[in-house]
C-alpha cells in the first residue's frame, strides 16, 4: 500500500491481487476498439455532507458496491466526462486540457445538484489513472488512453431530494478509432426525436442526455448512418449537435460557422479548442444559428464546401452525406474536406507533442 499527496487530499494506492498478464494485456492492445475493455485500476473518493470530498484510493477496478435505494438509480443524479492521455513524440505521457474537463464537470454538477470537486483534485486524479495504468497505451495509430471520470450519488433514499453521499470514480479504457465503417466521412440521419430543450440539460454532462438518445441513434444505425442530427426544441429547424459531438460548417469564402452555446448544448472542449485553432489561422468564426434549411441550400448553391463533427472520442470526422425524412444531400464530393483535414491535423499534432503548444493546453506527466 501506498501514499500519494495532493493538496487538500491524500491518494491511497491499494494492492491489485490478479493484474492483468503481459501476454493478456498485449491481446487486448492489438485491436482495442473503443471502450471494450479496461485497465487494472480506478480511482475512487467519497463525499459526504459534513465530511466533504475524503478516503481517495487507487484501487483494483471492480464492481460498485450500491443499496437498492441509492439515490442514482431512482432520480438519475449522475454525471461523467471524457478526456485522453496521449503518447507524446518523445515518448512521454501527456494530458490534453484536463482542466477544463474538471471545470466542465463542475458545471455540470451544480446543474445536477451535486457537489463540486475541486479541480485540482480532479486533475491529480487524473494523473494517478495514467500513472498506475501507463502500460495499457495502446500501439496502434491513433492509440490513446481514455478516461472517464464520473460522480453518482450512492445515498440510500427514496425522497426526492439532493443526495447526502456521492462517489467520485475514473475508470481508463485502451483506445483505438471510434467510428467502425472506415469511410472517408460519415452519413447522419435528421432524428424527428429532441436532444435538449431551453432551461433543460443539455448543457451538461449527465447519463440521462445520452439515454434519450439511444432510441434515434438506433434508428440512425438502423437506417445505414453513423450518427444522428438533432435539430432545436422549439421550432425544429435549427441545427444543434449530433449524438455526442458538436457540429462546424465551412464556407466557400473559408469562414466557419458553429451552432452558439445557449444552454442546450454541450460545451465541447475539442469544439473550443478548433475554433481557437481556426482563429490561430486568420479564419473567420462565426458562432451562430445555423438552419438545417440553410445546410441543404448553401451545399446545394457551393457556398458550404465542409462540414465535420468534433469531440473527445472521435476527435474531428468530416461529414460526407446528412438524410432525413424529406431527402437528402451530399457535402462536397461525399470526402473529407481540406481545411477539416488540416485542423485536425494541428490539433493531433499538439495533443501528441509533434508541433509547438501556443495556448499551453498539454499537461505533460
Sequence with gaps: MATIAAERLTFTRLPHPAPASADARAAVLANPGFGSHFTDHMIVIDWSEGRGWHDAVIAPRGPIALDPAAAVLHYAQEIFEGLKAYRQADGGIALFRPEANAARFNASATRLAM?????????????????????????????????RPFMIATEAFLGVRPAKEYKF??????????????????????????????????????????????????????????????????????????????????????????????????????????????????????????????????????????????????????????????????????????????????LVAIQRGEAPDPHGWVMKL
Aim: charged share 20%; hydrophobic share 40%.
Design 115 to 147: 457537489p463540486r470537486l475541486p479541480e485540482d483534485i480532479f486533475v491529480e486524479a487524473v494523473k494517478q489513472i495514467v500513472a498506475a495504468d501507463k502500460d495499457w497505451f495502446p500501439p496502434v495509430e491513433g492509440g490513446s488512453l481514455y478516461l
Design 169 to 346: 470514480i475514473i475508470i481508463a479504457s485502451p483506445a483505438g478509432n471510434y467510428f467502425k465503417s472506415g469511410a472517408p466521412a460519415v452519413s447522419l440521419w435528421v432524428s424527428e426525436y429532441t436532444r435538449a430543450a431551453p432551461g433543460g440539460t443539455g448543457a451538461a454532462k449527465c447519463g440521462g442526455n445520452y439515454a434519450a438518445s439511444l432510441v434515434p441513434t438506433a434508428e440512425a444505425f438502423a437506417r445505414g448512418h453513423d450518427q444522428v442530427l438533432f435539430l432545436d426544441a422549439a421550432e425544429h429547424k435549427w441545427i444543434e449537435e449530433l449524438g455526442g459531438m458538436n457540429l462546424f460548417f465551412v464556407m466557400a469564402d473559408g469562414s466557419i460557422v458553429t451552432p452558439p452555446l445557449t444552454g442546450t448544448i454541450l460545451p465541447g472542449i475539442t469544439r473550443e479548442s478548433l475554433i481557437a485553432l481556426a482563429r490561430d489561422e486568420g479564419l473567420t468564426v462565426r458562432e451562430e444559428r445555423y438552419s438545417l434549411g440553410q445546410w441543404r441550400d448553401d451545399t446545394t448553391s457551393g457556398q458550404l464546401v465542409e462540414t465535420f463533427a468534433c469531440g473527445t472520442a472521435a476527435v474531428v470526422t468530416p461529414v460526407g452525406k446528412v438524410c432525413g425524412e424529406d431527402g437528402e444531400f451530399t457535402i462536397g464530393s461525399g470526402g473529407p474536406g481540406q481545411l477539416t483535414g488540416k485542423l485536425k491535423a494541428r
